[in-house]
Protein backbone atom coordinates (compact mmCIF):
# COMPACT_ATOMS: atom_id res chain seq x y z
CA UNK A 1 0.00 0.00 0.00
CA UNK A 2 2.55 2.69 1.19
CA UNK A 3 4.33 1.59 -2.41
CA UNK A 4 1.04 2.89 -4.48
CA UNK A 5 1.08 6.27 -2.37
CA UNK A 6 4.59 6.96 -3.59
CA UNK A 7 3.91 6.36 -7.18
CA UNK A 8 0.30 7.94 -7.16
CA UNK A 9 -0.21 11.75 -6.08
CA UNK A 10 -3.34 12.02 -4.00
CA UNK A 11 -5.06 15.06 -5.10
CA UNK A 12 -7.29 17.30 -2.52
CA UNK A 13 -10.43 17.61 -4.33
CA UNK A 14 -14.44 18.65 -3.64
CA UNK A 15 -16.91 17.30 -5.67
CA UNK A 16 -20.27 16.45 -4.93
CA UNK A 17 -19.30 11.83 -4.84
CA UNK A 18 -21.81 9.40 -4.20
CA UNK A 19 -21.21 5.28 -3.53
CA UNK A 20 -23.58 3.33 -5.60
CA UNK A 21 -24.13 -0.24 -5.11
CA UNK A 22 -26.97 -1.42 -7.18
CA UNK A 23 -30.48 0.38 -6.29
CA UNK A 24 -28.33 1.73 -3.08
CA UNK A 25 -26.78 5.19 -2.79
CA UNK A 26 -25.14 6.75 -0.40
CA UNK A 27 -23.64 10.72 -0.70
CA UNK A 28 -19.95 10.80 1.15
CA UNK A 29 -17.14 13.71 1.43
CA UNK A 30 -14.03 13.05 -0.86
CA UNK A 31 -11.30 13.94 0.76
CA UNK A 32 -8.58 13.10 -2.38
CA UNK A 33 -8.30 11.37 -5.65
CA UNK A 34 -5.76 9.82 -7.46
CA UNK A 35 -5.21 7.77 -10.57
CA UNK A 36 -5.44 4.61 -8.28
CA UNK A 37 -8.52 5.42 -6.36
CA UNK A 38 -10.11 7.59 -3.87
CA UNK A 39 -10.19 8.63 -0.02
CA UNK A 40 -13.70 9.74 1.75
CA UNK A 41 -14.75 10.05 4.73
CA UNK A 42 -16.78 7.45 6.20
CA UNK A 43 -20.28 8.49 6.36
CA UNK A 44 -23.28 8.18 9.09
CA UNK A 45 -25.13 4.69 8.00
CA UNK A 46 -22.14 2.92 6.81
CA UNK A 47 -22.86 -0.67 6.59
CA UNK A 48 -19.47 -2.76 6.70
CA UNK A 49 -21.48 -5.82 4.70
CA UNK A 50 -21.56 -3.69 1.90
CA UNK A 51 -17.50 -3.69 1.84
CA UNK A 52 -17.48 -6.75 0.29
CA UNK A 53 -18.68 -6.43 -3.02
CA UNK A 54 -17.57 -3.89 -5.61
CA UNK A 55 -19.12 0.05 -5.54
CA UNK A 56 -19.25 2.72 -8.22
CA UNK A 57 -17.72 5.75 -7.56
CA UNK A 58 -19.26 8.67 -8.77
CA UNK A 59 -18.27 11.92 -9.40
CA UNK A 60 -19.89 15.14 -9.86
CA UNK A 61 -17.57 17.50 -11.99
CA UNK A 62 -18.35 20.89 -13.57
CA UNK A 63 -20.45 21.62 -16.56
CA UNK A 64 -22.25 17.86 -16.12
CA UNK A 65 -19.19 15.70 -16.91
CA UNK A 66 -18.88 12.83 -14.27
CA UNK A 67 -16.05 10.79 -13.45
CA UNK A 68 -17.44 6.95 -12.66
CA UNK A 69 -15.11 4.36 -11.87
CA UNK A 70 -15.90 0.69 -10.00
CA UNK A 71 -13.80 0.53 -7.08
CA UNK A 72 -13.35 -1.93 -4.10
CA UNK A 73 -12.64 -0.88 -0.56
CA UNK A 74 -9.03 -1.01 0.03
CA UNK A 75 -8.78 0.17 3.94
CA UNK A 76 -11.08 1.51 6.46
CA UNK A 77 -9.43 3.32 9.30
CA UNK A 78 -9.50 6.40 11.60
CA UNK A 79 -13.24 7.57 9.82
CA UNK A 80 -11.87 7.28 6.20
CA UNK A 81 -12.86 4.61 3.33
CA UNK A 82 -10.08 4.12 1.12
CA UNK A 83 -10.92 2.83 -2.44
CA UNK A 84 -8.77 1.38 -5.07
CA UNK A 85 -10.16 1.07 -8.48
CA UNK A 86 -10.95 -1.77 -10.23
CA UNK A 87 -12.40 -0.43 -13.65
CA UNK A 88 -12.66 3.21 -15.53
CA UNK A 89 -14.13 3.97 -18.46
CA UNK A 90 -12.62 5.82 -21.21
CA UNK A 91 -14.39 9.41 -20.71
CA UNK A 92 -13.81 9.11 -16.60
CA UNK A 93 -10.16 8.48 -17.27
CA UNK A 94 -9.50 11.35 -19.45
CA UNK A 95 -11.57 13.58 -16.82
CA UNK A 96 -9.84 12.36 -13.98
CA UNK A 97 -6.27 12.32 -16.53
CA UNK A 98 -7.40 16.31 -17.00
CA UNK A 99 -7.74 16.86 -13.46
CA UNK A 100 -4.36 15.11 -11.86
CA UNK A 101 -2.21 17.12 -14.83
CA UNK A 102 -3.90 20.55 -13.57
CA UNK A 103 -2.93 19.52 -10.17
CA UNK A 104 0.60 18.11 -10.99
CA UNK A 105 1.90 20.87 -13.15
CA UNK A 106 4.60 18.37 -14.41
CA UNK A 107 3.78 16.03 -17.49
CA UNK A 108 6.81 14.30 -16.66
CA UNK A 109 5.31 13.19 -13.30
CA UNK A 110 1.64 12.23 -15.07
CA UNK A 111 3.75 10.32 -17.33
CA UNK A 112 5.42 8.14 -14.59
CA UNK A 113 2.18 7.90 -13.00
CA UNK A 114 -0.23 6.53 -16.05
CA UNK A 115 2.76 4.12 -16.79
CA UNK A 116 2.71 2.84 -13.10
CA UNK A 117 -0.82 2.22 -13.49
CA UNK A 118 -0.63 0.77 -16.47
Known amino acids: MSDDRRRFTRIPFDAATYLQQDDWQLPVQLVDISLRGLLVVQPKGWEQKRSQHPFFA ?10 RMEVRLAHAEE ?14 ISHLRRLVALNLGDENLLDRELGALL
Do not use: N, R, V, Y
Open 58 to 67: IIDLAEGSQI
Open 79 to 92: GLLGFQCAHIDLDS
